[in-house]
């Protein structure tokens, strides 16, 4: 007979690839874990999220309930859940949530580039349901909002691999011209192996640390000069600033989050022609073309356009100097539960605390120094997991 091999409860001591098994039951408990988060629902968040990812991470199709037989992280709800799929191929409750306005509605307004849950549930309960009512509204949007309005119907596009190096390949160009053997890395879902990304994710490095400082507003205006810029929010290192001890989710690096304008290589796509997503929400506002800016004051429909040769893309630049390097790459690369369950076994199994500049050990009260990601998993006690099997 076979050895069952026991399944850890933790993400970062499991290998998940981007081949899913089981997408049937992971895509709606995807459902429920998103809409657990758009109501600021963290236990359930986590818990159906938690749920989706072993299953993620299981080397065979689950047939049967018997094959769940010692699997961690997945409670009662989440059990029902496969148990009425396995049954009858759907869930109710995931069928009646894709139908709830509410659920639709916060979706599409999460959706748009600089809108969290709390602006996304403050526009629902003032009654506005689409775009359009957004973007004819008297709402004040922040600059990140705007440019996520003007440009949302390029932005809800997945972003391909091929775009993704061809977005390296001018940061590189734009990067060398000030600091000729910087260090550019693919980091994000790319990294992990994906074909598709919501945004591209950089990582920039110098070998002789100090280098890399005043780098990135250097970047961006020469970028923007060169019209290749459309939106960009420069945040200042200020990991000075930082008290070490603290596990934040965000990082004090020097970083950019910008929206490229992207020229398009070969125009492929027939006249008339648009690429195919199905989107509600790109669907709304579909048609409005150039025409559209009569009924927007505010020109919040720039990607409207079909005929455009551009495309609007997300992409995230941070810095770091070169001995956090190796802390900020496995901090960047994700995915977030593999993330967040790195941090979560160092600080109950390790008694270290890490985050994406460094790891600090309570016991020995100092810090551990890593050159290499390899390293950061042998300073935790764990088998280093690649970027590949890192799809939590
Ligand atoms: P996707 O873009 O294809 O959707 O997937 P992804 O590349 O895994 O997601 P991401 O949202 O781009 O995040 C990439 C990693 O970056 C993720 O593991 C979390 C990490 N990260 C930080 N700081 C920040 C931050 O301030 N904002 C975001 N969005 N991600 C951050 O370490
Ligand atoms: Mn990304
Ligand atoms: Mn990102």
């Known amino acids: 007979?076979?050895?069952?091999?026991?399944?850890?409860?933790?993400?970062?001591?499991?290998?998940?690839?981007?081949?899913?098994?089981?997408?049937?039951?992971?895509?709606?408990?995807?459902?429920?874990?998103?809409?657990?988060?758009?109501?600021?629902?963290?236990?359930?968040?986590?818990?159906?999220?938690?749920?989706?990812?072993?299953?993620?991470?299981?080397?065979y199709n689950v047939t049967k309930m018997d094959d769940l037989k010692g699997i961690p992280n997945l409670g009662d709800h989440s059990?029902?859940?496969?148990?009425?799929?396995?049954?009858?191929?759907?869930?109710?409750?995931?069928?009646?949530?894709?139908?709830?306005?509410?659920?639709?509605?916060?979706?599409?307004?999460?959706?748009?580039f600089g809108v969290g849950v709390k602006t996304a549930d403050k526009w629902f309960k003032e009654g506005l349901r689409t775009l359009n009512e957004l973007r004819a509204s008297t709402i004040k949007f922040t600059k990140q909002q705007e440019a996520g309005l003007l440009y949302y119907e390029d932005l809800i596009l997945p972003v391909t691999k091929v775009e993704a190096d061809l977005i390296k390949q001018i940061i590189e160009e734009a990067v060398h011209r000030f600091l000729p053997s910087a260090i550019?890395?693919?980091?994000?879902?790319?990294?992990?192996?994906?074909?598709?990304?919501?945004?591209?994710?950089?990582?920039?490095?110098?070998?002789?640390?100090?280098?890399?400082?005043?780098?990135?507003?250097?970047?961006?205006?020469w970028m923007t000069a060169q019209g290749i810029i459309l939106?960009?929010?420069?945040?200042?290192?200020?990991?000075?600033?930082w008290k070490y001890k603290e596990s934040e989710t965000f990082d004090r690096f020097a970083k950019c989050f910008s929206i490229f304008k992207l020229q398009k290589m070969v125009h492929n796509l027939e006249p008339g022609r648009t690429c195919s997503h199905g989107s509600l929400a790109a669907n709304e506002t579909r048609g409005i073309g150039l025409a559209g800016h009569a009924g927007s004051p505010r020109h919040l429909t720039a990607t409207a356009a079909k005929d455009k040769d551009w495309k609007a893309v997300r992409v995230d630049l941070v810095v770091a100097p070169f001995g956090q390097y190796a802390y900020a790459l496995l901090g960047w690369t994700g995915s977030r539960l593999f993330e967040r369950d790195l941090r979560r076994y160092a600080k109950h199994f390790g008694h270290m605390i890490l985050n994406s500049h460094s790891l600090f050990d309570n016991k020995q009260?100092?810090?551990?120094?890593?050159?290499?990601?390899?390293?950061?998993?042998?300073?935790?006690?764990?088998d280093y997991i690649p970027p590949q099997e890192r799809n939590a």
């Open 184 to 221: 550019i890395t693919l980091t994000g879902g790319f990294r992990r192996g994906k074909e598709y990304g919501h945004d591209v994710d950089f990582l920039i490095t110098h070998r002789e640390e100090g280098r890399e400082e005043g780098l990135i507003s250097k970047v961006i205006s």
């Open 1 to 59: 007979g076979t050895i069952a091999v026991p399944v850890s409860p933790h993400a970062c001591q499991r290998r998940t690839t981007l081949n899913n098994r089981n997408r049937l039951f992971t895509d709606a408990l995807n459902i429920l874990a998103e809409n657990a988060e758009l109501s600021e629902n963290e236990g359930p968040y986590l818990a159906f999220t938690r749920a989706s990812s072993v299953l993620k991470s299981l080397p």
């Open 231 to 241: 939106y960009d929010d420069i945040t200042d290192n200020s990991y000075h600033k």
């Open 79 to 112: 059990r029902k859940l496969i148990e009425e799929i396995l049954e009858g191929g759907t869930c109710n409750e995931v069928q009646d949530l894709i139908q709830n306005v509410r659920y639709q509605t916060l979706k599409k307004f999460t959706s748009i």
């Open 365 to 382: 009260n100092t810090f551990l120094l890593a050159a290499t990601e390899e390293e950061i998993f042998a300073h935790l006690g764990l």
